[in-house]
T-cell receptor
């Protein structure tokens, strides 16, 4: 079955330190990969996507993600965390290119401490 | 430029009732998808509409139906509500132009079924 795994329910990091939020997927073929962020009482905001090309993708607010095909992973990273980055992060996969069905992970809550 | 808008913000219904949720896509977008996000879970794809027809559907029963209007706005209808239908319902839109892969999400409608 197609699935997305975010193995950490919560990630805690001190402000100024690098952060990583992990994501692995189990989807056949060459899916599109996405990261979204959700703030309280808000919808999902798009951060970045991987379609093809360079394995390191840069997105909004200084976030980037590294695609690793052999490990079927798409980890979200940021060199220096901000308190304002604290939110719920979702990894998503579009298993069939060109379609809108996204399969989401269960989310990882990022807590950045001052 | 208005983003994706949804109405109402909150809704309380009782079991067995019917509900209609509404979505206006981001300006310039013609494709709308609906997702259900249960508490503590990632969003689950319900269906997608473009050109006023349902194009893709997730694993949801026929109690969930939708409609897209000529102005690209959309409705989600749920009949015979169950307690388990309580969730945040998210609408997402995108353009079908090449490269317009990412979906933009609205703030959601919080449905509570008592």
């Amino acid at each position: 079955a197609q699935s997305v795994a975010q193995p950490e329910d919560q990630v805690n990091v001190a402000e100024g330190n690098p952060l990583t939020v992990k994501c692995t997927y189990s989807v056949s073929g060459n899916p599109y990969l996405f990261w979204y962020v959700q703030y309280p009482n808000r919808g999902l905001q798009f951060l970045l996507k991987y379609i093809t090309g360079d394995n390191l993708v840069k997105g909004s607010y200084g976030f980037e993600a590294e695609f690793n095909k052999s490990q079927t992973s798409f980890h979200l990273k940021k060199p220096s965390a901000l308190v304002s980055d604290s939110a719920l992060y979702f990894c998503a996969v579009s298993p069939l290119r060109g379609t809108d069905k996204l399969i989401f992970g269960t989310g990882t809550r990022l807590q950045v401490f001052p | 430029d208005a983003g994706v808008t949804q109405s109402p913000t909150h809704l309380i219904k009782t079991r067995g009732q019917q509900v209609t949720l509404r979505c206006s896509p981001k300006s310039g977008h013609d494709t709308v998808s609906w997702y259900q996000q249960a508490l503590g879970q990632g969003p689950q794809f319900i269906f997608q509409y473009y050109e006023e027809e349902e194009r893709q559907r997730g694993n949801f029963p026929d109690r969930f139906s939708g409609h897209q209007f000529p102005n690209y706005s959309s409705e989600l209808n749920v009949n015979a509500l169950l307690l388990g239908d309580s969730a945040l319902y998210l609408c997402a839109s995108r353009t079908r132009d090449p490269g317009g892969n990412e979906q933009f999400f609205g703030p959601g409608t919080r449905l509570t079924v008592l």
